[in-house]
């Protein structure tokens, strides 16, 4: 990749940014799409982030992905009427964390687990969701659900037990630990990996109007 005065670049704002897959993702994406664009990972503190923000408009970056923790905060930072956002255009604020409900279909009791950024995003997807945290209700009855989505970024323990007819959306990769339990146990899984490229694909075209490459997108993380 030959970044030059042409380039059209977009960031990735977190902290910490450096086991992100979203610049192989989109690299991958950009490049086989034969656009002359770049996608840079900027780890950026907190008290640092509506500069970082501000600064890239400046600089003509075309816009940008926001990961944890900083969702809620851009939304505040670009005066977005979104609860949290993880896509810059410009300094236009956009959530493209839920794409991957356009893949799931027939729920009717949908369970959401956790408050942060991705959680208010899906909140927002699925207002009729029961919601359970740790700040809250906890631990989370999902019996009678049909969806639960692990907004949380928890890898190791088992968050809840899931069943055939069941279907989880786990939005932290590497696969967790509830995600395997799920899938072990017949439920459908929809993983990490599945959600990082929904959200991408839904990314790239938002700031370049071309259709993603989905299947490239897929195999960069794979």
Known sequence: MT???STRLVALLGHPVAHSLSPRMQNAAFAARGLDWAYVALDVPPEQLEEAVRGLAAAGFAGANVTAPHKLAVA???GSELPSVN???GLEGFSTDAAILDQVTDFHKPVI???GGAAAAFR???PQARVF???GEWPPDVRDADLVVNA???????LVELHEGQTLVDLPYPRTATAEAADAAGARVFDGLEVL???GAASFELWTGVPPPVDVMRRAVS
């Open 3 to 5: 970044i030059g005065a």
């Open 76 to 78: 505040r930072i670009v």
């Open 87 to 89: 896509t810059l255009v």
């Open 113 to 115: 687990l956790g408050d």
């Open 124 to 126: 927002r997807a699925l």
């Open 133 to 135: 945290s740790r700040r």
């Open 152 to 158: 949380t970024p928890v890898h190791d323990d088992v």
């Open 197 to 199: 490229v929904a959200q």
